[in-house]
């Protein structure tokens, strides 16, 4: 496709996209977490507090114009490891999301075009398993039975997260594909591959980054309740869900220590799930 | 003396759903020669559409027969050979689904090209000659369906059942979703296509008016069965059955001459029963004015009246 | 004027969407006298349903605005009535059925219910109380009225037990609850068989003949109206062409839309397939000036480009937007 009509297009995303501030707002939340998270080092006050490092004398200093956010039982300053601890979220919602996904979205299209056959039966009653089980009490199997870390916590995450994407796309398959331009491609004699790839799924993308990026901030939000509980990223890590389960302790006298982690959680959460609409909203009706 | 090209004898199609089997196509029989239009004509529920896609190989057939060209091909579609769906190809109702949103209008009408075998640069030209064809512009290649009218989408449904030089082309109400204006231009098309290069088609619409001017024979369904078939100014000056008698009746037209035309007014009444509740006997008992006895009881054959005219009606046959 | 249950006068409708700003309608004058029978014929993307929303005042705003013009239903201001008054109006004047009568109704909510509530609903905002019984017998009334067998067991199915041809019928049903002076047909039974729809017309044609209701009947079909109407408008790209008596109309269309649009269409008689009408429905984003079918005019002049012809008055009640018949 030429660059003129792809121009045209991306204009016209932004005009649907931008019609409630609220995304755009969401968007800019998304993009300087990003930033920040990337150049972390940059943008901390205090960049060396991040892991390992110990300073009694100012240990667990309140909110001052020294460290914004205060600092914790080790004297850190905690608004420089939040800003590194974006990185193992986000780092976990790209890692669970771009695992999960394929394999869901590949499950659904092929059970959802031959719905109603052994295939849809087994695939579809597979996923239901998966999805019976509470999900938090599934990761938590998961961690236990491995070692706790990070990337055994995505790894939970990950196996019980494909069902939601094969369910998704089973949906929309089924539905897509007794639409007349499936019936002429068939008709045409076009492969099942095909079918699949170049008539089905093209048209269920919008619905598939749609919920991506509404998923960010539940990944985000699971990872750090598995930390929170100790199963996820072990200290020294700053990751934001141990950051607030150490702090809880401190509670209610140190408050900032747990507050303001479980702040950005929020921040992170609501600024995903502002762009996931904004991007409903740009997809919806293509 | 017209080959035949198409021959179908007894087709059935039933589907079963929750509320019982569903009757769509219950046993029809006809043949469409090389080089003509036979119109298929129907409500909804009679089965026309249903007929359509059995002969595609949309569907799979219950019972009965299809031939092409001498060949049975009563199978669905995954299970006939690739050199068929080359020769045989369909343009859809609606002509906004019948083109993928998503892809371009050029990789559309290249999909058939590709599927059998044609070379990538030699498929470029060969897009480019069918929308040359088509009267639509070059730089339509690049466009996405959404963007171009309703009239130009079908354009576009045409040009890619035209792509592999088929010979049969199902034509499911082409025009039924365009305006008048529109209507006459693709109409038009199709009618100079089908002299060009030697096409067949099967043509389906509810519009009697349209069918008048399009098919040279029609056939009339009622509840999956085929209730009368005719050469075209045969069925309209001399309708018999008395379906089709309601129907012709019925039809809105404008001009004192057309109004001259229809046969005498027979009051439509009630409505089609769900096809999973076929009246017993002849199906359009219920609603026949000329109902006998042997009507409720007994489902009548389908008698030649005259060369090339059949109906299916006890009153034929005393 | 006082005479007339509609009166629009040279109303003028824009949308804005992302490309700009499509000028809709551009003009539109339409009347219908008290008790009379008008049909409003125009291909798709006209402005018909756009003219007859804003006469219930329904029409979507934004994106819509109404940039010029004046509709009066029953001598009142539309476009100057607080809510309070459009809600009356739409209760006890106007009712409209809708095109497709599948996603009119609602289709978790069973049919005798959804014709009850509106009952109920108008009683109440008249002030009195009705009961349960009243109601059902109300129903009852209604759709023995529209012809429905067995009303009891209708009133108790859900939409999608009936048949098209009976969902049209509860939409008849449901508009003539509120006992109105002025129905809004919009392509009744377009979506419907042919013989289905000739029952739906016939079936208008009985009521409103008996209440002397007033109708306005919109259709791309140009035979279906023939049957019903008194007058009939014929529009094209958002202003009427010509009106006139429904046999005048048809025996003797003047303007070139009008008589392209008649041979377009295939002729039960024979004839092969018409040419069509050259060229295409303007770019409501960009339409050409003056009288917008002059690209496609085979008699256009140079004024039809400048300014769009007025109706002139040809013969009883016939008028055409056309300067080949008057004016300049």
Not at chain 1, 17 to 28: D, T
Not at chain 1, 101 to 122: F, H, K, N, Q, S
Not at chain 1, 182 to 209: K, R
Not at chain 2, 134 to 142: A, N, R
Request: charge should be neutral.
């Amino acid at each position: 496709m030429n660059t003129e009509l792809m121009k045209e297009r991306w204009k016209r995303n932004w005009y649907k996209f931008s019609a409630n501030p609220l995304s755009i707002l969401g968007l800019a939340v998304v993009l300087a977490i990003i930033l920040i998270a990337i150049f972390a080092d940059f943008f901390a006050p205090y960049p060396e507090h991040a892991f390992v490092f110990v300073d009694f004398k100012n240990a667990k200093k309140p909110p001052s114009w020294q460290n914004l956010c205060g600092t914790d039982m080790a004297g850190r300053d905690i608004l420089s490891r939040i800003f590194f601890g974006f990185r193992y979220s986000l780092v976990m919602a790209v890692s669970v999301l771009s695992v999960a996904t394929p394999p869901g979205v590949l499950l659904g299209l092929i059970a959802g075009y031959m719905r109603d056959t052994w295939v849809d039966t087994i695939v579809m009653r597979v996923a239901d398993v998966f999805l019976s089980v509470p999900s938090m009490v599934l990761a938590l199997a998961v961690c236990s039975m491995l070692e706790p870390t990070l990337y055994n916590a995505m790894l939970a995450v990950t196996v019980m997260w494909w069902p939601w994407y094969t369910r998704l796309v089973y949906g929309a398959a089924s539905s897509i594909k007794n639409e007349y331009f499936v019936q002429a491609a068939e008709v045409t004699g076009a492969s099942t591959f095909h079918i699949l790839f170049g008539e089905i799924f093209p048209n269920c993308l919008s619905t598939i980054f749609t919920k991506m990026t509404l998923d960010v901030g539940w990944v985000i939000l699971i990872g750090s309740t598995l930390s929170f509980v100790g199963l996820g990223a072990q200290p020294p890590t700053p990751d934001l869900g141990t950051m607030v389960s150490d702090g809880s302790k401190y509670i209610p006298a140190q408050w900032w220590i747990s507050l303001f982690p479980a702040l950005f959680i929020v921040i992170i959460i609501l600024g995903f799930n502002l762009l996931g609409d904004g991007v409903r909203d740009m997809l919806a009706g293509d | 003396m017209s080959k035949e090209i198409l021959v179908v004898k007894d087709l059935k199609k039933y589907f079963a759903t929750d509320e019982g089997t569903v009757r769509a196509v219950d046993g029809i029989s006809f043949t469409i020669n090389e080089g003509e239009t036979f119109g298929l004509v129907g409500e909804s529920g009679s089965g026309k559409s249903t007929t359509a896609y059995t002969l595609m190989g949309i569907y799979t057939p219950t019972a009965g027969e299809i031939t092409y060209k001498g060949k049975d091909i009563s199978t669905g579609i995954k299970k006939r050979p690739l050199s068929l769906k080359k020769e045989m190809q369909m343009v859809f109702q609606d002509p906004g689904s019948s083109l993928n949103p998503k892809r371009s209008i050029e990789q559309i009408i290249a999909l058939p090209l590709q599927v059998h075998g044609i070379a990538k640069d030699e498929r470029r030209k060969r897009v480019i000659e069918l929308l040359r064809m088509v009267e639509l512009p070059e730089d339509y290649l690049d466009r996405q369906p959404t963007k171009i009218g309703g009239g130009e989408k079908q354009m576009v449904a045409i040009a890619r059942a035209l792509a592999t030089n088929p010979t049969f082309i199902t034509l499911d109400e082409p025009t039924s979703a365009l305006d008048v204006s529109m209507q006459a231009k693709i109409i038009n098309k199709l009618i100079e296509f089908q002299e060009e290069l030697d096409l067949s088609y099967l043509f389906i619409t509810h519009n009697l008016s349209l069918m008048r001017n399009v098919a040279t024979r029609v056939g009339i369904m009622y509840l999956g069965k085929l209730c009368e078939v005719a050469p075209t100014s045969v069925f309209f000056s001399n309708p018999l059955h008395p379906y089709t008698k309601m129907l012709l009746s019925s039809i809105p037209v404008i001009t004192s001459e057309e109004e001259a035309v229809k046969p005498d007014k027979v009051v439509s009444r009630g409505e089609i029963p769900s096809p999973v509740n076929v009246p017993s006997g002849c199906y359009f008992h219920p609603r026949c004015n000329e109902c006998t006895e042997r009507c409720m009881r007994e489902d009548p054959p389908m008698v030649e009246v005259e060369p090339g005219h059949f109906v299916k009606c006890h009153t034929m046959s005393e | 004027m006082s005479e007339n249950i509609v009166d629009i006068r040279d109303l003028y409708v824009n949308f804005n969407i992302y490309e700009g700003v499509t000028r809709v309608l551009n003009g539109v004058n339409f009347r219908v006298a008290k008790g009379e029978k008008v049909g409003l014929i125009g291909e798709a993307g006209c402005g018909k349903t756009t003219t007859v929303k804003s006469i219930m005042n329904i029409l979507q705003i934004p994106p819509a605005e109404i940039v010029g013009g004046e509709i009066y239903l029953e001598g009142l201001d539309v476009l100057k009535m607080g809510q309070r008054d459009l809600q009356m109006m739409r209760r006890k004047t106007v009712s409209m059925i809708f095109q497709d009568p599948t996603s009119a109704l609602n289709p978790v909510f069973k049919v005798g219910d959804q014709i009850g509530d509106i009952i109920n609903y108008n009683q109440l905002a008249l002030g009195n109380k009705i009961s349960k019984q009243e109601i059902h017998e109300k129903t009852v009334q209604v759709l023995k009225e529209v012809q429905m067998p067995d009303p009891e067991r209708i009133m108790n199915s859900y939409p999608i037990q009936l048949s098209g041809g009976m969902r049209q019928r509860i939409c008849i049903a449901m508009a003539l609850v509120s006992a109105t002076n002025l129905l809004i047909a919009d392509e009744p039974g377009t979506n419907l068989d042919v013989t289905i729809q000739d029952q739906v017309l016939r079936l208008l044609g009985d009521l409103v003949r008996d209440r002397g209701t007033s109708i306005i009947l919109i259709s791309h079909a140009l035979g279906a109206v023939k049957g019903l109407v008194d007058r009939v408008y014929v529009m094209y790209a958002g202003s009427m062409v010509e009106a006139a008596k429904t046999e005048d109309l048809f025996s003797d269309p003047l303007h070139p839309y009008t008589k392209a649009l008649f041979e377009a269409v295939p002729k039960l008689t024979g004839g092969g397939i018409p040419m069509g009408i050259s060229g295409r429905i303007p770019n409501y984003l960009s339409p050409p000036t003056g009288c917008r079918f002059n690209p496609r005019c085979p008699h256009a002049k140079p004024e039809c480009r400048e300014k769009s012809p007025p109706f002139y008055q040809v013969g009883d009640g016939h008028e055409v937007a056309c300067y080949l018949y008057g004016g300049q």
